[in-house]
């Protein structure tokens, strides 16, 4: 059990810009969930897989943004045209469904917008 | 949507004092779980409470889950330093996804 590894750990961009995270789940976790947490905040849910497909997305997620998990391993999430309210803590969770399970964080991609 | 909501928001001890944080729910909840995140760290497990009214213990750390299935707590018995962080809960649904709380950030003194 070697974790779930997100990368970068830190993205500095410019608004306007496009910026993609990866997430690599625990080996065998076929759920994986995206959050983003502004400090002070709880993580919010974002969107989930399970394995390759992806079957819930939040209203928060608007059209600018966009995740896969293509072989239901590792996924990416991709923010186009980056607005200063982009800037928070993105965090992966996997667990191994189905049912109730403890998530498992990855130490998340801190996104500061200029 | 459902709503859960922790408070309090922020608590200082002296260390050796007790510590309870309190989530309530809009919706009855199937679960909840408790996560801990230190500074600059990610949530963590701690433990998840399924059946009304079930009491748990981790050593210090007692959970409760209401009868009616939309509030819980965390209580801490004489903290410590290492006690130190936030604490979240957080009810998840028949997906997985947890929905949670804004968290209680405990700071204890030496």
């Known amino acids: 059990d070697t974790g779930v590894s997100q990368n970068p750990r830190h993205k500095i961009t410019k608004r306007g810009q496009n910026v993609t995270f990866r997430c690599d789940p625990i080996?065998?976790?076929?759920?994986l969930y995206w959050y983003r947490q502004t400090l002070g905040q709880g993580p919010e849910f974002l969107t989930y897989f399970q394995n390759e497909a992806q079957l819930e997305k939040s209203r928060l997620l608007s059209d600018r943004f966009s995740a896969e998990r293509p072989k239901g391993s590792f996924s990416t999430l991709e923010i186009q045209r980056t607005e200063q309210g982009d800037s928070a803590m993105y965090l992966c969770a996997s667990t191994l469904g189905p049912g109730l399970q403890p998530q498992h964080f990855g130490d998340g991609t801190r996104l500061s917008i200029l | 949507g459902q709503q859960v909501m922790q408070i309090p928001q922020y608590q200082h001890v002296q260390e050796g004092e007790d510590f309870t944080t309190y989530c309530n729910s809009s919706?009855?909840?199937?679960?909840i779980q408790w996560y801990k995140q230190r500074p600059g760290g990610h949530p963590v497990f701690l433990i998840q409470l399924v059946k009304s009214g079930e009491v748990k213990k981790q050593k210090r750390l007692t959970f409760q889950f209401g009868e009616a299935k939309k509030n819980s707590s965390l209580h801490i018995t004489a903290t410590q330093t290492t006690d130190v962080g936030t604490y979240f809960c957080a009810g998840s649904s028949n997906t997985g996804k947890l929905i949670f709380g804004q968290g209680t950030t405990l700071q204890v003194k030496p």
């Open positions: 080996s065998e976790h076929n759920r």
């Open positions: 919706t009855t909840l199937s679960n």
